[in-house]
T-cell receptor, first 113, second 113 residues
């Protein structure tokens, strides 16, 4: 079945620096890759997503890149701020009659002041 | 506010008991997903319903069951509860069964004592 691996599990960066989180997926038929941010005790919230027909998408300080050949995608956060501290989850999904979103194991990002 | 409503927000119950968690999806969404998140853990996919029918199943225990009603709200039933069932249970919804954005509710905190 579908498997999504996410690295690193924890990440600490200096405020203002960039953070990169990477995910790999196993099912080459996956065609939708969302990223969610979850603050402590709260619900996961979508921050950016990408579909398999594009290689990169950017929204202000956040960008996602997709390499379909290698089956991996990455989240890039530039000019990190304290409010970026949270757990980030990647996910992979494919269109089918029995689609289910499988999430990566999460990355706890800490921004050092 | 994601538009996905979950009740109750908090629940404390004893081992061996049975509880029901309720979810109302966003207006117009036909798919409902249930996820389990234990303390400091990732999002474990339990089950998905689409327009009243079960569409995908994850690592859902036999003690757990779910259904989606004609008005599209869903219930997750947890029986013969064990201490290890203590977790945050999220419901999410999406427009259809395809690769679309899913929106999470605030979750139901279940504590088994």
């Amino acid at each position: 079945g579908e498997n999504v691996e996410q690295h690193p599990s924890t990440l600490s960066v200096q405020e203002g620096d960039s953070a990169v989180i990477k995910c790999t997926y196993s099912d080459s038929a996956s065609n939708y890759f969302p990223w969610y941010k979850q603050e402590l005790g709260k619900r996961p919230q979508l921050i950016i997503d990408i579909r398999s027909n594009v290689g990169e998408k950017k929204d202000q300080r956040i960008a996602v890149t997709l390499n379909k050949t290698a089956k991996h995608f990455s989240l890039h956060i530039t000019e990190t701020q304290p409010e970026d501290s949270a757990v980030y989850f990647c996910a992979a999904m494919k269109y089918s009659s029995a689609s289910k979103i499988i999430f990566g194991s999460g990355t706890r990002l800490s921004i050092r002041p | 506010d994601s538009g996905v409503t979950q009740t109750p927000k908090h629940l404390i119950t004893a081992t061996g008991q049975r509880v029901t968690l309720r979810c109302s999806p966003r207006s117009g969404d036909l798919s409902v997903y249930w996820y389990q998140q234990s303390l400091d853990q990732g999002l474990q996919f339990l089950i998905q319903y689409y327009n009243g029918e079960e569409r995908a199943k994850g690592n859902i225990l036999e003690r757990f069951s779910a259904q989606q009603f004609p008005d599209l709200h869903s219930e997750l039933n947890l029986s013969s509860l064990e201490l290890g069932d203590s977790a945050l249970y999220f419901c999410a919804s999406s427009l259809d069964r395809a690769a679309n954005t899913i929106y999470f509710g605030e979750g139901s905190w279940l504590t088994v004592v």
